[in-house]
């Protein structure tokens, strides 16, 4: 089955710089790599999602790349602010369902 | 809409007792799941459904049951509690599979076993 590797498990930014989150892959197969965003104490929100026929994807701060040959995809956060901190989970789809990555505790320091 | 609503938030269970946590979601979705949280572990799927009447297990369905009588309603049935089982449970919902849309989750459910 589908395995995601998830790093680095916690990131510690200035306010202002950016922050990449990579995750690898196992299943060739996989077609859609979505990422949540959980802060602390509340529920896992979508953010931001891509399929394995787009190589990026963006959304104003937030983007996504998608190497299908290497099998990893990252998240990158530009201009980071406060209100970023939370964990930040990959996942992958395999035969029909999600399997998430472990998590990166993301910490902006005003 | 009040998207997916859990309940109880937070319960506290003594080693063989038997419990189940409710989940409701009033967007008219197929698709729910249950998903256990353990810290530093990420999202573990327990079980899923794809409509009513119809469940199938997840990666880690030992020492769980599910019921989907109705498109609403997905109760998670813990029979003979243990210590492993202490997490947070989430339920989701999406109109599309997960692998292929958003899932809703509902705010969590604090399970401690003691």
């Known amino acids: 089955g589908e395995n995601v590797e998830q790093h680095p498990s916690t990131l510690s930014v200035q306010e202002g710089d950016s922050a990449v989150i990579k995750c690898t892959y196992s299943d060739s197969a996989s077609n859609y790599f979505p990422w949540y965003k959980q802060e602390l104490g509340k529920r896992p929100q979508l953010i931001i999602d891509i399929r394995s026929n787009v190589g990026e994807k963006k959304d104003q701060r937030i983007a996504v790349t998608l190497n299908k040959t290497a099998k990893h995809f990252s998240l990158h956060i530009t201009e980071t602010q406060p209100e970023d901190s939370a964990v930040y989970f990959c996942a992958a789809d395999d035969l029909g369902n999600l399997i998430f990555g472990k998590g990166t505790k993301l910490s902006v320091k005003p | 809409n009040a998207g997916v609503t859990q309940t109880p938030k937070f319960r506290i269970l003594k080693i063989g007792q038997s419990m189940t946590l409710q989940c409701a979601q009033d967007?008219?979705?197929?698709?729910m799941y249950w998903y256990r949280q353990d810290p530093g572990m990420g999202l573990k799927l327990i079980y899923y459904s794809v409509g009513a009447g119809i469940t199938d297990k997840g990666e880690v369905p030992n020492g769980y049951n599910v019921s989907r009588s109705t498109t609403e309603d997905f109760p998670l049935r813990l029979e003979l509690a243990a210590p492993s089982q202490t997490s947070v449970y989430f339920c989701?919902?999406?109109?599309?599979?997960?692998?292929?849309?958003?899932?809703?989750f509902g705010e969590g459910s604090r399970l401690t076993v003691l």
């Open positions: 967007m008219n979705h197929n698709y």
């Open positions: 989701a919902s999406g109109r599309l599979g997960s692998n292929t849309g958003e899932l809703f």
